[in-house]
Every structure is written in structure tokens, then in C-alpha cells.
T-cell receptor, first 110, second 111 residues
């Protein structure tokens, strides 16, 4: 059974204070690790897909990296508008469905 | 930018009633999914649909649930006899290949 664990559950940062969110996973045959952003009461918004260890993807202040056991979402000089819950999900050999972690709720204060 | 559209945004229903949640996928997407998120919990997979049939389903997707694509555009989730524990956000997602794009969800409240 695929499993995803995210840490920390919540993270408070000052504007401009860089940090990283962690996603640990166990999966039978990784066919993609996905990062999503979710605002309160909204659906997950796609950010990145990573497929193999060593891969990195960047978008504005966000950079996602992948190893064989975990992924990190690095946030550089965050702004208040980056406040959201960040979700990690994996797709394995079992099928096309995604298995989600519990998310990290990020709060960036001005 | 293309998006997945879900209706209604909110639905309140009496326990035991049937509800139908609707989704308009992104044009040209081939794979369709339903997920749910109970308040404060993880997003959970319910069912996937490809080529007009169910391709995968979770243990949650029991006989009270059904999906169909009645007119080639809409994708629906029906819950036949709602229970209190069905209260959740229901998300439709669609994909062409790998990345799944989610709708804004339907908040279902069973009273």
C-alpha cells in the first residue's frame, strides 16, 4: 500500500524567511510524485511533477526536489500570498490514482 | 486557461436522499477521477474512469456510489442513499496523461 507522510503539519514563517517542507513516501514503483497547493475551501492546484531521484523543478519562489524516499518543497523568500496548504501525492504501479499526504499548512506573516 | 468545473458548489441533503454531483472535464482529457476530503483529513481517492468504464475504485466506493458520463461531456458521481458520514468536499479531477487537474469541489452536507 502506498503511503505519504508530510512534515511539519503546520509552519509559520516571517515574510522572506526561507524554509523547506518534507514529503516522505513509500510506493510500489513510483510513477510520479506530485505537489499541489490548496487554498481553504478550494480544490488542489497543480504545481509540479517529479519522476526520478535527482530531478528538480522550479516555479517562482518554489523548488521541488526528489530522492528515492522523500521530496522537498523549498520556499525561498516567501510572501504572505504563499500561505496555503501544500499537498504531496504519489502515483505507483497500482494504478493511476493518487495517494495524498496530510499536507503542510504554511502561514507567512508580513 | 482550461479548468475543471463542478456543480453545485454546495449541496445540503437529508440523510437517505440521493445526490448527483456534476463535473465538466477539461476538453480532450481522457481520465476522470473522483476524490473526497472529509474536513481536516487527507484527500482520498474514490474512483477512476477511462474509456467509459470504471478502471479503479477504492474501498470507499461501495454499492451506494456510481459514476457515469451520460452525454459525453459531463461526468457525474451519484450517491444513492446518503449517510451522515458522506459529508465531505468532493473533488473531480481529470487528466490527459500524468498530471491531474482538480475542480473547486462540491461541499456536501448530509443532515
Amino acid at each position: 500500500e502506498d503511503q505519504v507522510t508530510q512534515s511539519p503539519e503546520a509552519l509559520r514563517l516571517q515574510e522572506g524567511e526561507s524554509s523547506s517542507l518534507n514529503c516522505s513516501y513509500t510506493v510500489s514503483g513510483l510513477r510520479g510524485l506530485f505537489w499541489y497547493r490548496q487554498d481553504p475551501g478550494k480544490g488542489p492546484e497543480f504545481l509540479f511533477t517529479l519522476y526520478s531521484a535527482g530531478e528538480e523543478k522550479e516555479k517562482e519562489r518554489l523548488k521541488a526536489t526528489l530522492t528515492k524516499k522523500e521530496s522537498f518543497l523549498h520556499i525561498t523568500a516567501p510572501k504572505p500570498e504563499d500561505s496555503a496548504t501544500y499537498l504531496c501525492a504519489v502515483r505507483g504501479n497500482a494504478g493511476n490514482m493518487l495517494t495524498f499526504g496530510g499536507g503542510t499548512r504554511l502561514m507567512v506573516k508580513p | 486557461e482550461p479548468e475543471v468545473t463542478q456543480t453545485p458548489s454546495h449541496q445540503v441533503t437529508q440523510m437517505g436522499q440521493e445526490v448527483i454531483l456534476r463535473c465538466v472535464p477539461i476538453s480532450n482529457h481522457l481520465y476522470f477521477y473522483w476524490y473526497r476530503q472529509i474536513l481536516g483529513q487527507k484527500v482520498e481517492f474514490l474512483v477512476s474512469f477511462y474509456n467509459n468504464e470504471i478502471s479503479e475504485k477504492s474501498e470507499i466506493f461501495d454499492d451506494q456510489f456510481s459514476v457515469e458520463r451520460p452525454d459525453g461531456s459531463n461526468f457525474t458521481l451519484k450517491i444513492r442513499s446518503t449517510k451522515l458520514e458522506d459529508s465531505a468536499m468532493y473533488f473531480c479531477a481529470t487528466s490527459w496523461d500524468t498530471e491531474a487537474f482538480f475542480g473547486q469541489g462540491t461541499r456536501l452536507t448530509v443532515v
